[in-house]
């Protein structure tokens, strides 16, 4: 059976009627989340509460609004993909690799999440309930082993894997104009000049007792932006790896 082409114009208009969910654009993993929200929180008398009409509503026009401020280009990749078409297909059709068309993918992915939560509205809609439960989850975890064996444990890899994310979301951010006045509050400075003594005191003290030889003194006379801010943290943790691995190394 031949099968019909994609019409990628029906698909956006379905998008323009919101009849597009955010587990279609998330890479269509499971069944469609929002409907089984909706059925999971409907009454017994077959009518759907009011609040959840109202989070369906806002998932909707959020996603509408977010998938519009890609590229023309880069919204058929997505919608063709969406639709179920095969990435070698869709290679083939721009004529480029496989492996080109699964990176592009990716990146559209990225720039599409990073829209997303550039949104105001994100925060209202059931994606942000469910992140926010899967964080407290992981948090409480978390605490739950640090009572458990009265360590605070710091992975420095999985600190720099974050500001190195930080920083890309960032600049991503500034790439997809997601957010106009992101570059207006990146510019401004970072006042350092009245952090408290004693918090300076207490830190130093934290991380003496770790081997380490820390200077927070030395932030109160920073000037700089929050980029600026990563990038220091992110040179800090550097420091604090190779002195590791120079202490192993002497203990060899």
Known sequence: ?????????????KVRRHEVTFSQIENGKGADYLNSYLMEHSRSNG???????????IDKRVLQRALFKLPKEDREIL??????????????RLNISPSAINQRLDKIFYNYRVILCNDKEFTQTSEFDKLQQET???FLAYMNEVRKTGQLKLN????KDLIKEVRKAIRQTIATKSNMSIREQLSKQIDYSKLDDKYIEKMNNAFAELGVEAHFENLKKFKGNIMQVL?????????????????VKKEN
């Open 79 to 92: 919608t063709e993909y969406l639709l179920g078409t095969k990435q070698l297909d869709i290679a083939n």
């Open 1 to 13: 059976m031949e099968e019909k082409p994609i019409n990628i114009e029906s698909f956006e208009r």
């Open 47 to 57: 009518y759907i509460d009011f609040a959840d009409r109202m989070v369906e509503k």
């Open 156 to 159: 420095l890899y999985e600190i």
């Open 231 to 247: 990038k220091m943290v992110d040179d800090f943790i550097d420091d604090l790896q190779k002195s590791a691995e120079n202490k």
């Open 136 to 138: 407290e989850v992981a």
